[in-house]
Antibody, heavy 122, light 107 residues
Framework: QLQLQESGPGLVKSSETLSLTCIVS??????????WGWFRQPPGKGLEWVGS????????YYNPSLKSRVTISVDTSKSQFSLRLQSVTAADAAIYYC?????????????WGQGTAVTVSS | DIQMTQSPSTLSASVGDRVTITCRAS??????LAWYQQKPGKAPNLLIY???TLETGVPSRFSGSGSGTEFTLTISSLQPDDFATYYC?????????FGQGTKVEIK
């Protein structure tokens, strides 16, 4: 059964770069049926899409509101994909989730990681 | 950009009640809509995709309907495990947009 696990520092200083990794186990990150995405949820607020990638085409897609600061990359040798968010501010404090996006499910997210909390300090 | 608006934001209900949550899109989106349940401290869980297709393992008391701009999630008989926050989500190549969420509380 596919599992996703986020990892990364829980505390990032304002203006610095947030780096998170999502390890994929029990399945292949190269499967053409799936995209892989990052989502976030500020404390007490709703869900926001950060960005996604499709290994098969090498394409990445970013939320326009974050596009200038976000990079998603993949390391197939480690079966993981990563998120980099530059120049963080307090507004970037959130629980960050990685998820599998299934083409079979009309591009809904059918598997999620447990989430990792990120705090931004000044 | 397409906006997704859920109503109500909060809903108070009792066990056994029939509950309906509405999600409206700012433009027609066909049936590119999913619903998720999220419990405190947990990741979202997919309930329905393609507006009305139940994800495997989701209880049949959950159902989705709608097409175009108006969609509903219905819980036919609310159970204790159903008190949670529910989100609709639209896919528009290549972006994903969520509604603001509906919290279902115990009355």
């Amino acid at each position: 059964q596919l599992q996703l696990q986020e990892s990364g520092p829980g505390l990032v200083k304002s203006s610095e770069t947030l780096s998170l990794t999502c390890i994929v186990s029990g399945g292949s990150i190269t499967n053409s049926n799936y995209y892989w995405g990052w989502f976030r949820q500020p404390p007490g607020k709703g869900l926001e899409w950060v960005g996604s990638m499709y290994y098969y085409s090498g394409s990445t897609y970013y939320n326009p509101s974050l596009k200038s600061r976000v990079t998603i990359s993949v390391d197939t040798s480690k079966s993981q994909f990563s998120l980099r968010l530059q120049s963080v501010t307090a507004a970037d404090a959130a629980i960050y989730y990685c998820a599998r996006v299934s083409g079979d499910y009309y591009y809904a997210m059918d598997v999620w990681g447990q989430g990792t909390a990120v705090t931004v300090s000044s | 950009d397409i906006q997704m608006t859920q109503s109500p934001s909060t809903l108070s209900a009792s066990v056994g009640d029939r509950v309906t949550i509405t999600c409206r899109a700012s433009q027609r989106i066909s049936d590119w809509l999913a619903w998720y349940q999220q419990k405190p401290g947990k990741a979202p869980n997919l309930l329905i995709y393609k507006a009305s297709t139940l994800e495997t393992g989701v209880p049949s008391r959950f159902s989705g309907s709608g097409s175009g701009t108006e969609f509903t999630l219905t819980i036919s008989s609310l159970q204790p495990d159903d008190f949670a926050t529910y989100y609709c989500q639209h896919y528009n190549p290549y972006s994903w947009t969520f509604g603001q969420g509906t919290k279902v509380e115990i009355k």
